[in-house]
């Protein structure tokens, strides 16, 4: 099922375009769908009890290899996951794609899977309650080579891109049917209360962004994380 929202989701994506100041798009259900689609594969199969949803993929994470928040070592080393990657279309001088052989970390990637490992020990002890998400799949470029985050863009632009990213949203909860969606950063977990709230169907809340750009994320997240899902209510070992 995770393949056929998937599917839709890149078709839907595929008719948009971005002007100034978006000067690149990427879009790593594309040319690292193999690496997505192994992800899904291996750990999206039944139900969950919490999903993590970020806001869009970093330039060294998900934009490398397809795996949300997919820091390389740990996408390769703990998750087991390493396959070829191709390239975007047009593609960044200052932001190439080099899959794998990325020497960049991603430093909210290698939090948030780094506390996933220490916390949980296995990717299946983690995958039997969590699965991982991007709201949107798209990494957004200025011409600087500058990231661009989709709140960010004009609202023209906005609107048919969190529609098509919202009913993804709304079919993976279906299908994953998780008790509790949880944003990663505050902008997740708006668009979560405003594809689901009201409906009773989830307990909606959030965990601080791991981002090198959060004073308090860089003063320990792993307890900011274990501190917010126990608020929630949600057992970590």
């Not at 009773?200 to 994320?217: F, N």
Request: glycine residues 12%.
């Amino acid at each position: 099922m995770l393949k056929r929202i998937t599917d839709d989701l890149v078709a839907e994506l595929e008719g948009l375009s971005f002007g100034a100041p978006v000067a690149f798009v990427y879009d790593p259900l594309i040319y690292a769908r193999r690496g997505w689609d192994t992800y899904c594969e291996r750990y999206g199969r039944g139900r969950r009890e919490v999903l993590l949803l970020g806001m869009n993929p970093g330039p060294f994470g998900m934009a490398q290899v397809g795996v949300p928040f997919g820091e390389v070592g740990l996408v390769r080393d703990w998750l087991g996951i390493e396959v070829p990657v191709e390239r975007p279309v047009r593609e960044h001088p200052r932001r190439p794609v080099q899959g794998f052989a990325c020497p960049r970390s991603e430093v909210s990637g290698a939090r948030l899977w780094g506390w996933a490992r220490d916390r949980f020990g296995t990717p299946e002890a983690f995958f039997q309650r969590f699965f991982i998400t991007n709201y949107c799949p798209l990494v957004f470029m200025e011409e600087s080579g500058a990231n661009l985050t989709p709140d960010k863009l004009p609202g023209p632009e906005r609107a048919p891109l969190f529609a098509a990213c919202d009913r993804a949203l709304r079919r993976t909860v279906e299908t994953l049917q998780p008790r509790f969606v949880l944003g990663v950063g505050k902008f997740a977990e708006q668009r979560i209360k405003q594809v689901l709230g009201g409906s009773g169907e989830v307990l909606i809340g959030s965990l601080p962004h791991p981002s090198p750009a959060s004073p308090l994320a860089n003063r320990g997240w792993a307890a900011l994380a274990d501190r917010a899902l126990g608020e929630l209510g949600i057992r970590v070992p």
